[in-house]
């Protein structure tokens, strides 16, 4: 009688337990996180162009997941993110039960911004670092190649409300272009720091119809956003200046049928800033509630 007894008390905390696990957020299960670097060989831009994935703890095919893609900054390349612990913090976060399981996508995209251009140049930036803006119809690739080469070889769910877009910098500008010129495909945008160049940037911008195309104050003033979620972030101290860009587009968008957060805080353009907020930019893309 006492076994049996012992039996049914431990068959009860069993029962308790579960129901308590059951209440708790969903967390990964089994192996650890992947990275994963691929070449898209592309034809739009006649080279191979290398794409680092982050694949998620417990990460199967069995299942479809959301997928980020995140954009680098000038002079960087597609490690910039993994290096500054992103990869790292977005498992923590999963292992916590802060944000859902997702696939983090960092592609290479040179010095492009992420447009099509049709000529290149050599300048040098405020640093006095010598740039080399490439000729390439980078957008394009980015759509066309790069994403459905991604989506199909991984198992994402690919749909606008789980399919995201960031960058840092001269990234979180293509970030917004594409983003704002394709909002049909992209639930959320995140630019952090976004380098905002003026209008009479020539390589950029060589005409008054590009301009309308292209500059992301411009597009968000024009086109169709309702239902996209947008975070601004920038430092105070950004060492260019883009925190006043940032603030006036944050006005912009205050207007348009978007969710908005703005956050311009203490910090300068560099790796220091974006390391610190590399959680807050991981809440938003991917916290629980948001899909």
């Not at 995201?164 to 990234?171: A, C, F, L, P």
């Not at 950029?204 to 309702?226: E, G, K, N, S, Y």
């Not at 972030?233 to 006036?248: A, I, K, L, N, S």
Request: proline letters at 6%.
């Amino acid at each position: 009688m006492q076994g049996l007894m012992a039996w049914r008390a431990l068959l009860l905390a069993a029962c308790i337990l579960g129901a308590a696990l059951a209440l708790l957020p969903a967390r990964a299960a089994g192996r650890e996180a992947e990275v994963k670097e691929i070449i898209v060989t592309s034809a739009i831009l006649q080279r191979g162009m290398p794409v680092r994935i982050y694949l998620p703890p417990g990460y199967t095919r069995r299942r479809a997941y959301p997928v980020l893609y995140l954009f680098h900054g000038q002079l960087e390349n597609q490690a910039m993110w993994e290096d500054l612990g992103l990869f790292a913090e977005a498992s923590a976060l999963i292992e916590a039960g802060e944000i859902r399981p997702l696939i983090i996508v960092t592609p290479y995209i040179d010095n492009s911004f992420g447009v099509n251009t049709g000529s290149a140049w050599m300048t040098s930036d405020p640093r006095g670092f010598k740039v080399r803006y490439p000729e390439g119809r980078f957008e394009d690739y980015i759509l066309r190649e790069m994403m459905p080469t991604v989506e199909q070889k991984f198992a994402i769910r690919a749909r606008r409300e789980t399919r995201w877009i960031g960058g840092i910098s001269m990234g979180g500008f293509a970030a917004l272009h594409a983003a704002f010129r394709h909002p049909e495909r992209f639930g959320r945008v995140g630019a952090h720091s976004p380098a905002l160049p003026p209008p009479h940037w020539n390589w950029l911008f060589p005409d008054f119809d590009t301009i309308r195309d292209r500059h992301p104050q411009l597009l968000a003033a024009t086109r169709d956003l309702h239902g996209m979620a947008i975070y601004l972030d920038c430092g105070t101290e950004d060492d260019y200046g883009f925190h006043t860009q940032v603030q006036q587009l944050g006005e912009t968008l205050k207007t348009r049928d978007a969710t908005l957060q703005l956050a311009l805080q203490p910090g300068r353009h560099n790796r220091a800033y974006w390391a610190a907020h590399l959680a807050d930019y991981l809440r938003f893309y991917a916290g629980g509630a948001n899909y």
